[in-house]
């Protein structure tokens, strides 16, 4: 049974001009005997060493971190995961080796998906679940704190990404999102079901 779970809801809010506070959403998935942490973000790691304690985990027993792109509130906390196999865009990293690997995914049940717009490294996990495909894109969406989080599709296309780095990629990567996910993880902000 494929189970997904979030470790860490995701925020993002600035304190005071020029000064930002932020960290990924961290998600756990479980499947085929693989476990999978995908953005293991900034936040304090006793903190995320307690909520992987709660599914009877630790950082050594973790088989892969999954990295979204690699902005540093999605992937400060990647050295705390000492067996894990790291993907990234680029491949797969285990210790010093990185192996190019097109299309690898880490389970039956997951797929790696292309979405680069917020990032040119961007990548999404699928993960198909007994409850629909959950699709885990790091900041294809994201919502600072102090904004609303309307998930309607049209305003879901059109949400404003002040960070960016192609805006057209960026519509069609939450396009093919959209097309696909029964339910979305955002980088920052609350999961939610996508509607048709």
Not at 67 to 72: A, D, G, M, S, V
Not at 85 to 108: C, H, M, N, Q
Request: proline share 4%; glycine share 8%; aromatic share 8%.
């Amino acid at each position: 049974m494929v189970n997904v779970s979030i470790l860490i809801e995701g925020f993002a809010r600035e304190i005071k001009e020029g000064l930002e506070e932020a960290t990924s959403t961290t998600t756990l998935v479980q499947d085929e005997g693989k476990t999978i942490v995908v953005d293991p973000g900034t936040v304090n790691p006793e903190q995320l060493a307690q909520m992987l304690g709660r599914h009877n985990l630790s950082f050594q027993s973790i088989d892969y971190v999954f990295l979204t792109h690699k902005h540093i509130d999605h992937c400060k906390n990647i050295a705390l995961f000492p067996n894990a196999k790291v993907i990234d865009a680029w491949g797969i990293t285990s210790g010093t080796r990185l192996e190019y690997k097109e299309g690898f995914a880490p389970t039956t049940n997951t797929q790696i998906i292309k979405t680069p717009g917020h990032s040119d490294d961007g990548i999404s996990l699928a993960v198909n679940t007994q409850k629909g495909a959950y699709l885990i894109v790091g900041d294809v969406f994201w919502w600072r704190d102090d904004e609303k989080q309307k998930t309607d599709k049209n305003s879901l296309l059109q949400h404003h990404d002040p960070y960016a780095a192609d805006k057209e990629r960026l519509r069609k990567s939450r396009e093919d999102i959209l097309a696909i996910a029964d339910v979305v993880v955002p980088g920052h902000g609350k999961s939610f079901m996508v509607q048709q």
